[in-house]
């Protein structure tokens, strides 16, 4: 093997395909290699070439390079959905100077001489003690503050203080959502070593039951109640597959606390002590992050940078138990507002996901079939099919591989026939972090959009980072299909995501050949606001908000979530397990309802396996939380399901008159003594509809019926109408891992009597 010993120099040009030299520079010799920076002045269009020339001691040269092409593009540097407006249902923020407290919707923040004196959720102080940073013991402490903007949407201020001989330069920036971002910067103006410098965010017990981290492998992030006692009760070594946690959230059904980073820039940690680490003493939960625990040397500056925001983000969405979406073979719940999700860029000529066979992409675009989408319900199926076969001649016929035509005719006829030709509301589906090699713009931009080091030239479906100049490629396309008919976005793969590039992007390579990952979602939450923006200022709003659904699956990441209407969850697990043995309670309390930031929760079905039996099972976990908004496979519904649904309905459910308390809402007037067992229960006039299911290993029925409030009440089979029971106390059998409907009502003939 060579040795760097070996090389004299490295010399890297940007040159054209006539040789014209636009750029060079001499590389720099570091212990990982040559590495230089060059600065790419402005470009014609055309073909280029990345040249590294390489000179070694003994005389000897090679050459090493990689094309790549340029080109000007007019949706460059668009501002769609830049606008500094703040959108429903967020409130201005707000600065009380006295104090320094900024308050957001639901959220606020002290601001003084620690990181953050308090933390606000519903006007509640959540932090048992200020946020410290504590750098060899000795504590930050800012001495000075500015506020440098106060606007509606946003307030930045600059702080300077310092930690025992460390000057502390930080710059805070507060968005409407509640969301804060800190760039801090350390000085040392002699030699000095850090033993070790942590990050202590201290909260107070009640408020603090569940836990949400991320680490560096999607879906494999934990998502549960944090365990009793005291000491230390979790670190970042108990599970998941790094050290490193770049998100963390801690807090209760509502009210939390999330904190987060990209970058390990600046961190020095030994991989075998945990980086996070939660205790619990004498009434508080400490979390200390160990940025350095390890002993490093500087001398001058060291930048970091890190986000809070505390929840709830925004208020509930009203009315959004009235919404569902209709399966893909066409049916709805009934007596729900009827909600479509096609594949979008089927009906446009963008991508669906990445290089398939079944993937098309053409130019310039056409939003002429979403326009047929919105046309009123009455559509014969000889005007689809005519539709249908003039867009695949006019697109797709004789110019892409063979299966194209097949996979787009079943998808265009689909989304008529089935879904849109019923439904009120039209969601068209794209995928941010996808992209395909068919598009022109990706073989210009691959290297920027793309999480790996090397230029693969395949594009994927999971491998693009939403950076700038994807978002100003997609939005004029989002914008032009709701200008066409569509009444909301849907975001697949908003989950976080690894970028490894050291090169292009911005992971750190700390040791030779030893890689520190970059965690990339602030790149999503900007798309995901300019979106919502976007929506917002095209009049497409469900209810009082933008309408845009994001899948979420082990992902319920705040700051990315905020602008959002909808969270899709569930899609894990896959197989023939019961639904009781894929998520726990504490893994839906924690991602899967969207009390945290304000969404409406939706759940995906297993699409594989779909029996009744699997489908009972979801549904005795589906229904006592009330996730009623639900994506169903091409099986359709069993019967068992459309049986349920159809009582539901009959009740009133999704009525005006109808009150829905799920079985984490304390105001639930029934209460089951079996923890295993919960229960919806459901209120219009007096009578009561009770939907118990078996979340747990077995378990009986054993109801109180006294917060009901009946005088004598009768509780009744709902799919039998067999009457099981009298009085305000209800025991009996639970089949396993299924539900059970009870009708609660006064026994004829009785008078309410009242307490």
Same mark, same amino acid.
């Given at each position: 093997m060579e040795k760097l010993s070996d090389y004299q120099g490295v010399l890297y040009k940007i040159v054209d395909q006539s040789g014209k030299i636009y750029s060079s520079q001499e590389a720099n010799l570091s212990e990982f290699g040559y590495h230089a920076q060059l600065s790419i002045?402005?470009?014609?269009? =055309?073909?280029?070439?990345?040249?590294?020339?390489?000179?070694?001691?003994?005389?000897?040269?090679?050459?090493?390079?990689?094309?790549?092409?340029?080109?000007?593009?007019?949706?460059?540097?668009?501002?769609? =959905?830049?606008?500094?407006?703040?959108?429903?249902?967020?409130?201005?923020?707000?600065?009380?100077?006295?104090?320094?407290?900024?308050?957001?919707?639901?959220?606020?923040?002290?601001?003084g001489s620690n990181l953050l004196e308090?933390?606000?959720?519903?006007?509640?102080?959540?932090?048992?003690?200020?946020?410290?940073?504590?750098?060899?013991?000795?504590?930050?402490?800012?001495?000075?503050?500015?506020?440098?903007?106060?606007?509606?949407?946003?307030?930045?201020?600059?702080a300077t203080g310092s930690a025992g001989k460390l000057a502390v330069q930080a710059d805070y920036e507060i968005d409407y959502d509640g969301m804060i971002w800190i760039k801090m910067q350390l000085t040392a103006q002699?030699?000095?070593?850090?033993?070790? +410098?942590?990050?202590?965010?201290?909260?107070?017990?009640?408020?603090?039951?569940?836990?949400?981290?991320?680490?560096?492998?999607?879906?494999?992030?934990?998502?549960?109640?944090?365990?009793?006692?005291?000491? $230390?009760?979790?670190?970042?070594?108990?599970?998941?597959?790094?050290? !490193?946690?770049?998100?963390?959230?801690? =807090?209760?059904l509502y009210k939390g606390l999330s904190w987060f980073t990209e970058s390990q820039k600046g961190w020095n940690y030994d991989p075998k002590k945990p980086v996070v680490e939660i205790i619990r003493q004498k009434g508080t939960v400490r979390l200390c992050i160990h940025m350095i625990n390890l002993p490093m040397q500087m001398k001058g500056s060291l930048s970091y940078e890190m986000g809070f925001q505390a929840t709830p983000v925004k208020p509930m969405l009203p009315n959004r138990t009235r919404y569902a979406t209709i399966s893909v073979n066409g049916w709805c719940p009934p007596g729900a507002i009827a909600v479509s999700s096609a594949l979008g860029p089927y009906m446009w000529g963008g991508q669906w996901f990445s290089d398939q066979s079944s993937s098309a992409a053409w130019k310039p675009f056409d939003y002429s079939f979403i326009n047929f989408l919105k046309k009123?319900?009455?559509?014969?199926?000889?005007?689809?099919?005519?539709?249908?076969?003039?867009?695949?001649?006019?697109?797709?016929?004789?110019?892409?591989?063979?299966?194209?035509?097949?996979?787009?005719?079943?998808?265009?006829?689909?989304?008529?026939?089935?879904?849109?030709?019923?439904?009120?509301?039209?969601l068209l589906y794209f995928n941010p972090r996808g992209a395909t090699k068919g598009w022109e713009e990706f073989r210009v931009y691959q290297d920027e959009w793309r999480n790996d080091a090397f230029r693969t030239g395949n594009s994927g479906w999971y491998f693009q980072d939403p950076v700038k100049s994807y978002r100003d490629y997609i939005l004029p396309q989002l914008q032009e299909i709701v200008r066409h008919g569509a009444d909301g976005i849907?975001?697949?793969?908003?989950?976080?995501?690894?970028?490894?590039?050291?090169?292009?992007?911005?992971?750190?390579?700390?040791?030779?050949?030893?890689?520190?990952?970059?965690?990339? !979602?602030?790149?999503?939450?900007?798309?995901?606001?300019?979106?919502?923006? +976007?929506?917002?200022?095209?009049?497409?709003?469900?209810?009082?908000?933008?309408?845009?659904?994001?899948?979420?699956?082990?992902?319920?990441?705040?700051? +990315?979530?905020?602008?959002?209407?909808?969270?899709?969850?569930?899609?894990?697990?896959?197989?023939?397990?019961?639904?009781?043995?894929?998520?726990?309670?504490?893994?839906?309390?924690?991602?899967?309802l969207g009390t945290q930031c304000g969404l409406a929760p939706q759940v995906l079905l297993d699409c594989n396996v779909n029996t009744e039996h699997i489908q009972k099972t979801a549904m005795a976990v589906m229904l006592p939380y009330e996730l009623t908004d639900y994506w169903l496979g091409h099986k359709g519904p069993s019967q068992a399901m459309k049986r349920v649904f159809a009582l539901l309905e009959q009740f009133g459910y999704r009525k005006d008159d109808c009150?829905?308390?799920?079985?984490?809402?304390?105001?639930?007037? $029934?209460?089951?003594?079996?923890?295993?067992?919960?229960?919806?229960?459901?209120?219009?006039?007096?009578?009561?509809?009770v939907a118990a299911g078996n979340t747990g290993d077995g378990g009986k029925l054993d109801l109180d019926l006294s917060g009901l409030a009946f005088f004598s009440p009768v509780v009744l089979d709902a799919e039998t109408g067999e009457i099981i029971g009298r009085g305000a106390h209800l025991t009996g059998e639970m089949p396993y891992h299924y539900y059970r409907l009870l009708i609660i009502k006064e026994a004829a003939g009785t008078q309410e009597q009242g307490k």
């Open positions: 002045p402005e470009l014609p269009e =055309g073909e280029y070439e990345l040249l590294a020339e390489i000179r070694k001691k003994d005389g000897s040269r090679s050459e090493m390079k990689a094309a790549f092409e340029y080109r000007h593009y007019a949706w460059a540097d668009n501002t769609i =959905g830049l606008d500094r407006v703040v959108i429903p249902p967020f409130k201005a923020l707000a600065l009380e100077p006295v104090h320094q407290v900024v308050t957001a919707t639901l959220t606020g923040y002290q601001l308090q933390v606000l959720a519903q006007n509640v102080n959540i932090l048992a003690e200020p946020v410290s940073l504590e750098i060899n013991q000795e504590n930050l402490q800012f001495s000075a503050w500015s506020f440098t903007e106060t606007a509606p949407d946003r307030i930045r201020a600059e002699e030699q000095t070593q850090i033993d070790d +410098m942590t990050l202590t965010i201290p909260l107070k017990d009640e408020y603090i039951r569940l836990l949400h981290s991320t680490s560096a492998q999607t879906r494999q992030h934990p998502a549960q109640f944090l365990p009793e006692g005291d000491g $230390v009760i979790w670190n970042s070594l108990t599970d998941a597959p790094s050290n !490193f946690r770049p998100y963390l959230w801690v =807090g209760e009123p319900s009455l559509v014969s199926d000889e005007e689809i099919h005519q539709v249908v076969e003039a867009f695949i001649e006019r697109h797709i016929k004789g110019k892409f591989p063979e299966g194209v035509e097949k996979t787009y005719r079943s998808h265009l006829g689909h989304a008529k026939r089935n879904a849109a030709r019923n439904a009120a509301r039209l849907y975001f697949d793969n908003t989950f976080d995501s690894v970028n490894e590039d050291e090169t292009m992007g911005p992971a750190i390579e700390y040791k030779p050949w030893r890689f520190r990952y970059h965690q990339t !979602f602030l790149n999503m939450r900007r798309l995901i606001k300019r979106t919502a923006t +976007m929506l917002y200022q095209e009049g497409k709003l469900l209810e009082d908000r933008p309408f845009l659904v994001l899948h979420t699956t082990n992902a319920a990441i705040i700051p +990315m979530m905020s602008f959002a209407s909808h969270s899709l969850d569930w899609e894990l697990y896959y197989g023939a397990d019961d639904y009781q043995n894929r998520f726990s309670e504490g893994y839906i309390l924690t991602g899967s009150r829905s308390y799920p079985c984490y809402d304390p105001a639930n007037p $029934v209460k089951s003594k079996d923890p295993r067992i919960k229960v919806l229960t459901l209120l219009r006039e007096k009578q009561a509809l």
